[in-house]
């Protein structure tokens, strides 16, 4: 009876800590191969003059490796990138072959939370089409305190401020998530998980080459989807949005006031 009693506690005490284990935190697998990623994201805006509308059309194509480092860091660089823009005056690309394989360096946490702690610098020629100092502080799904399961939803704010000499930026987004269900990726188990993102950000700084400050406010949504292994790892994400705002152009003669509409469309995926 003693020893069946024993018995019983052990498979008591077992149990207890299976279910524990199952109640941990789904977290990112801190792997010591190099992460690769396609990003490709287009953007057609509309910003309105006083001379009338001027539509353009950013995109950018970019492949991009990621390390983790030991605790919570990371180290990350562009092995191609391709950014242009096209308009009713042509057509442009951007000079960025001297800052691929330079590094980012990040604080990535195990539920994916990143902060750029340093970024590569930026040839004007890039500067004036978009931020990528920040390119990774929205670039992974956030994962919840809970661990992932069918049906699981959560609500995830980050909140993002940047100072530098010469300009300062700020970022808000409120993101709701939801796992929809299982799917299969080249053999691998995945969670599809549903995404809605509430942005609000704002920019002031100068304006590449000319004696000019620009601020920028915008906000919008953005809605879409992220597919994440199990295995704790994300293998795609896609987003729709738009976002909607103003800019203010101030130099020696005076300012300007120009609102402007983009819609974008974005799609990351792993390489394998």
């Known amino acids: 009876m003693h020893v ?28 010591a191969d190099t992460l690769r990623f ?34 919570d860091s990371a180290r990350a660089w562009y092995d191609a990138l391709r950014v242009g823009v096209s308009s009713q005056m042509g057509s442009q690309q951007a000079e960025t072959g001297s800052i691929l394989k330079q590094p980012f360096h990040l604080r990535f946490d195990p539920r994916g939370r990143t902060e750029v702690i340093s970024s590569p610098a930026f040839p004007q020629t890039v500067q004036g089409v978009s931020d990528l100092t920040q390119q990774f502080a929205d670039f992974f799904l956030r994962l919840p305190t809970s661990p992932l399961r069918l049906g699981l939803a959560w609500t995830d704010t980050s909140t993002r401020k940047s100072a530098a000499p010469d300009k300062t930026s700020s970022t808000q987004s409120i993101a709701s998530y939801r796992v929809e269900r299982d799917t299969t990726v080249a053999g691998e188990a995945a969670f599809v998980i549903s995404m809605r993102q509430q942005i609000t950000a704002q920019s002031e700084g100068p304006v ?7 601020h920028v406010a915008t906000s919008g949504t953005d809605e ?49």
Not at 208 to 214: E, I, L, T
């Open 4 to 31: 069946r009693r024993r018995s019983l506690v052990a498979l008591f005490a077992c149990a207890l800590g299976l279910q524990s284990a199952g109640a941990q935190s789904t977290i990112y697998a801190r792997t």
């Open 38 to 71: 396609r990003e490709v994201t287009t953007m057609d805006m509309t910003m309105r003059t006083p001379q009338g509308e001027v539509p353009m059309t950013i995109e950018q194509d970019a492949t991009l490796a990621i390390l983790m480092l030991p605790g």
């Open 208 to 214: 590449p080459g000319q004696p000019m400050r620009v």
């Open 224 to 272: 879409g989807f992220v597919v994440f292994a199990k295995s704790g790892r994300m293998l795609g994400r896609q987003r729709t949005g738009t976002l909607s705002g103003g800019t203010t152009i101030t130099g020696d003669a005076g300012s300007m006031e120009i609102t402007q509409t983009s819609n974008f469309r974005s799609r990351i995926e792993v390489v394998k």
